[in-house]
């Protein structure tokens, strides 16, 4: 009995000497590892991704773009009937294309024609859960059979009730004071409406500048986000044509803000020397004016130089120009008179 004893004390004392304090660690941590990660998992819901404020904006400005053009094509094949007449059912059109637009892209899981060259797609964020591995982010569920149907009566059957909506009450002069109060009543609510709807809208501008996340309340409301459809492909527009429209745009304001400082007369004078038929220019030209190349109704004279001028010409541009010099000769006009008349002072003596 006492060997017995002494033979368990003897081995747990060998097994409390075999295992060392570093050896508990690990065999803590390999036992908490699972654990650990699976934790870890279900915590995370999803990788943090950024998409593109200006792909967002530019997306929905390519939307409307390709809504006008088709609206511009169908319009062209009505323009043989009474004129006026697409005028007044112009909000059913654009109801009719937009659910045209609407039916062949979000009904179908597929991003509307503005998304898809701006590499973009709507995920219903409700549902997203991490489920396995996510490598992107970027990954999702599309919209449901119900978001997608709000979609579509809120675009669609909210933007035609409201049009219709305004132009009736414009129509029947809600606004007048004159009406009955129960009109006057409802137009005072559509504009509160539409005064909430504005606040509401910028609101959501300013949250979207910030977070980078639902352009309109629409996809707020729907928790409709706009991601990545590839990882590997941002935009698909190429960058040419915007390119060249903007050096086309900054060239004409350029010329804008040159041409007025430039002094026609001036370049005119100096390129005069370079032309042909100067001598049969110069003496078939002295009795008109040198301006509008007409016969002056009321001449008066450039002084010192004394050429003829239309009175409205001369005035015009010694008003435009202290230093106006005269376009025939190149000298400075410092009066002007009327032909045969007194001299009435433009510019003064310096």
Same mark, same amino acid.
């Given at each position: 009995?006492?060997?017995?004893?002494?033979?368990? =004390?003897?081995? +747990?004392?060998?097994?409390?000497?075999?295992?060392?304090?570093?050896?508990?660690?690990?065999?803590?941590?390999?036992?908490?590892?699972?654990?650990?990660?699976?934790?870890?998992?279900?915590? @995370?819901?999803?990788?943090?991704?950024?998409?593109?404020?200006?792909?967002?904006?530019?997306?929905?400005?390519?939307?409307?773009?390709?809504? /006008?053009?088709?609206?511009?094509?169908?319009?062209?094949? #009505?323009?043989?009937?009474?004129?006026?007449?697409?005028? @007044?059912?112009?909000?059913?059109?654009?109801?009719?294309?937009?659910?045209?637009?609407?039916?062949?892209?979000?009904?179908?899981?597929?991003?509307?024609?503005?998304?898809?060259?701006?590499?973009?797609?709507?995920?219903?964020?409700?549902?997203?859960?991490?489920?396995?591995?996510?490598?992107?982010?970027?990954?999702?569920?599309?919209?449901?059979?119900?978001?997608?149907?709000?979609?579509?009566?809120?675009?669609?059957?909210?933007?035609?009730?409201?049009?219709?909506?305004?132009?009736?009450? +414009? %129509?029947?002069?809600?606004?007048? =004071?004159?009406?009955?109060?129960?009109?006057?009543?409802?137009?005072?609510?559509?504009?509160?409406?539409?005064?909430?709807?504005? +606040? /509401? =809208?910028?609101?959501?501008?300013?949250?979207?500048? #910030?977070?980078?996340?639902?352009?309109?309340?629409?996809?707020?409301?729907?928790?409709?986000?706009? $991601?990545?459809?590839?990882?590997?492909?941002?935009?698909? $527009?190429?960058?040419?044509?915007?390119?060249?429209?903007?050096?086309?745009?900054?060239?004409?304001?350029?010329?804008?803000?040159?041409?007025?400082?430039?002094?026609?007369?001036?370049?005119?004078? %100096?390129?005069?020397? #370079?032309? &042909?038929?100067?001598?049969?220019?110069?003496?078939?030209?002295?009795? /008109?004016?040198?301006?509008?190349?007409?016969?002056?109704?009321?001449?008066?004279?450039?002084?010192?130089?004394?050429?003829?001028?239309?009175?409205?010409?001369?005035?015009?541009?010694?008003?435009? +120009?202290?230093? %106006?010099?005269?376009?025939?000769? =190149?000298?400075?006009?410092?009066?002007?008179?009327?032909?045969?008349?007194? $001299?009435?002072?433009?510019?003064? &003596? @310096?």
């Amino acid at each position: 009995m006492e060997k017995q004893t002494l033979d368990s =004390s003897s081995t +747990a004392s060998a097994s409390s000497v075999a295992v060392t304090p570093e050896d508990a660690w690990v065999q803590t941590y390999q036992r908490l590892q699972p654990q650990w990660q699976s934790f870890s998992l279900s915590q @995370q819901s999803t990788i943090p991704v950024s998409i593109s404020r200006v792909n967002q904006v530019d997306a929905a400005r390519l939307d409307i773009e390709i809504s /006008a053009m088709l609206k511009e094509q169908l319009v062209k094949v #009505f323009s043989l009937m009474k004129p006026g007449m697409l005028f @007044q059912y112009e909000p059913e059109l654009d109801a009719f294309l937009e659910f045209l637009i609407w039916r062949f892209s979000i009904w179908v899981d597929k991003p509307t024609p503005g998304n898809g060259l701006m590499n973009l797609r709507y995920r219903d964020e409700r549902t997203m859960e991490m489920r396995g591995k996510v490598r992107t982010g970027l990954e999702g569920p599309g919209l449901t059979v119900a978001q997608k149907i709000w979609y579509c009566v809120a675009t669609v059957g909210g933007q035609y009730i409201w049009a219709r909506l305004q132009s009736f009450s +414009a %129509f029947r002069r809600w606004g007048d =004071s004159e009406q009955r109060s129960v009109a006057r009543r409802a137009w005072i609510m559509i504009q509160r409406i539409e005064g909430l709807y504005k +606040a /509401a =809208s910028f609101s959501n501008l300013l949250i979207f500048l #910030f977070t980078g996340r639902y352009r309109n309340l629409i996809e707020r409301a729907l928790q409709a986000r706009l $991601v990545y459809g590839s990882p590997n492909m941002n935009r698909a $527009v190429s960058f040419e044509y915007m390119n060249r429209q903007l050096v086309w745009n900054e060239f004409s304001e350029m010329l804008l803000l040159l041409l007025p400082l430039l002094n026609s007369s001036s370049i005119r004078n %100096f390129l005069r020397p #370079f032309s &042909k038929n100067k001598s049969s220019s110069s003496e078939g030209d002295e009795t /008109a004016c040198p301006i509008c190349q007409a016969s002056p109704t009321i001449p008066f004279l450039a002084l010192p130089c004394e050429h003829r001028y239309c009175y409205y010409c001369l005035r015009t541009r010694c008003a435009a +120009a202290s230093s %106006f010099r005269c376009i025939r000769c =190149s000298e400075p006009v410092v009066a002007m008179q009327r032909h045969f008349g007194s $001299v009435s002072n433009v510019v003064p &003596k @310096q």
